[in-house]
Antibody
């Protein structure tokens, strides 16, 4: 069965960086984009960007340009999001989703989420 | 950025009720829209893609319609497990944007 398993919760100080991983299994990792979405406590969903695991190509939401980097390691079917210069309002649950959003395939699977807390 | 506005923001309904949630886009997005259900402490799960296509494994009481700027999610007969928050997502342009959510609560 398709699974995306994310790394564990993180606590970081303001100004630090965090890197969250997302390991995919049960399908061909390079067949579908990996999207990253975050959700602040009690708030809605916010799209951060995607990576094409096949080519490594990325697209980022303008809001995160310069602070976020999406990468992948195809040898271990794992995608990563790194966010730098953390602020308190970056406190959120970060989700990865292996999905076909632009096409017509009903492939859409999410990781369990990783809580990142930014606090001094 | 395309703004996605859901209505209502919350509603109370009883088991067996027919429920309709609306999502309006600030500009046309063809049929590039999905609907998601999120339960507390869980990741979102997609119900509908391409505005009206039912995700595999999702009960047929869920349906979606619309194109352009106005879309609806309908639950034909609300079940106890359907109480959750629902989000629409547009994937027509960048950045991808979600609606603010509609919380469906038990009356």
């Amino acid at each position: 069965q398709v699974q995306l398993v994310q790394s564990g919760a993180e606590v970081k100080e303001p100004g630090a960086s965090v890197k969250v991983s997302c390991k995919a299994s049960g399908y061909t990792f390079t067949d579908y984009y990996i999207h990253w979405v975050r959700q602040a406590p009690g708030q809605g969903l916010e799209w951060m960007g995607w990576i094409n695991p096949n080519s490594g190509g990325t697209t980022y939401a303008q809001k995160f340009q310069g602070r976020v980097t999406l990468t992948r390691d195809t040898s271990i079917s794992t995608a990563y999001v790194e966010l730098t210069s953390l602020r308190s309002d970056d406190t959120a649950v970060y989700y990865c989703a292996g999905a076909d959003w632009a096409g017509k395939k009903d492939f859409d699977y999410w990781g369990q989420g990783t809580l990142v807390t930014v606090s001094s | 950025d395309i703004q996605m506005t859901q209505s209502p923001s919350s509603l109370s309904a009883s088991v067996g009720d027919r429920v309709t949630i609306t999502c309006r886009a600030s500009q046309g997005i063809r049929s590039d829209l999905g609907w998601y259900q999120q339960k507390p402490g869980k990741a979102p799960e997609r119900l509908i893609y391409a505005a009206s296509s039912l995700q595999s494994g999702v009960p047929s009481r869920f349906s979606g319609s619309g194109s352009g700027t106005e879309f609806t999610l309908t639950i034909s007969s609300l079940q106890p497990e359907d109480f959750a928050t629902f989000y629409c997502l547009q994937y027509s342009t960048y950045p991808r944007t979600f609606g603010q959510g509609t919380k469906v609560e038990i009356k």
